[in-house]
């Protein structure tokens, strides 16, 4: 067996977890077994919309797969048809289950970067996750500047230079994730979320600047979801384990 297969083990999703869990799934979505027209029956007519709305067949055909796969997953926790879940979204665009019913407290986030999809699940917690593909054709010292901390902006500058987009882009997903698990966005402060100094095999904390000049404490932690890829996971607690497997049909 394989690294990969170590950290990422074919599953399929069970029932709703324990209240100390988070679950992780992963997904290609370019995966020659994921049929598209299955996926194009349980999607709804504003996600249809949103699907026709995009330029190239690809990316059209990997927002179909990612989210007929998101409600999948879901309808194995809720144990209702995946056709029938309903989403709300924030000012800011963070989906949730519809409220109005007891299904309505499990919390999920899911982010796709290219061909990798992952979603978080928590029955109790918020929770964000973010995944991208390392680029090297980017304006870092650019981006830095506006987005990043100084502590941030000093390691990128001293790393060794084919190590440097790698870090830049694991830091860019552990700020994602913290900022999609609150709700907020890219609105957020992003260089007033200093993630340069965490451990990323455990959940971290990462001191955020709150309403009213109080801080808020929220916990990162790194992903590897294959090559060429990183990602983050954020939660509003760190009493909890992150359990990840490779979605399975």
């Not at 029938?84 to 289950?97: D, M, Q, R």
């Not at 928590?122 to 054709?137: A, K, L, T, Y």
């Not at 994602?176 to 709700?183: C, D, F, Q, W």
Request: aromatic share 10%.
């Amino acid at each position: 067996m394989n690294t990969d297969e170590l950290q990422w083990p074919c599953s399929v999703p069970g029932k709703m977890m324990s209240s100390d869990e988070v679950h992780v799934w992963r997904v290609f979505l370019d995966s020659p077994e994921l049929e598209i027209e299955s996926f194009l029956r349980i999607l709804s007519a504003e996600e249809l919309g949103r699907a026709s709305r995009f330029h190239f067949e690809k990316d059209k055909k990997r927002f179909i797969v990612a989210r007929g796969i998101l409600r999948n997953i879901l309808s194995h926790y809720l144990g209702i048809c995946p056709q029938n879940i309903l989403f709300e979204y924030t000012a800011h665009g963070k989906p949730s289950l519809a409220s109005g019913g007891g299904e309505a407290n499990l919390r999920f986030n899911l982010s796709h970067s290219n061909e990798v999809a992952l979603y978080a699940i928590s029955p109790c917690r918020n929770i964000g996750i973010d995944v991208e593909c390392v680029q090297d054709d980017i304006s870092i010292d650019e981006i830095s500047k506006k987005f990043y901390s100084h502590n941030e902006i000093g390691v990128l500058a001293n790393i060794n230079k084919n190590d440097r987009s790698r870090l830049f882009f694991q830091y860019w997903t552990r700020k994602e994730a913290i900022l999609k698990g609150t709700g907020k966005g890219i609105s957020f402060p992003m260089e007033q979320c200093d993630v340069s100094t965490i451990s990323g095999s455990v959940l971290s904390p990462v001191i955020l600047p709150g309403d009213n000049e109080e801080s808020v404490c929220w916990y990162v932690q790194d992903l590897f979801p294959g090559h060429g890829y990183v990602a983050a996971i954020g939660a509003d607690s760190d009493d909890c384990k992150i359990l990840c497997w490779h979605y399975s049909l």
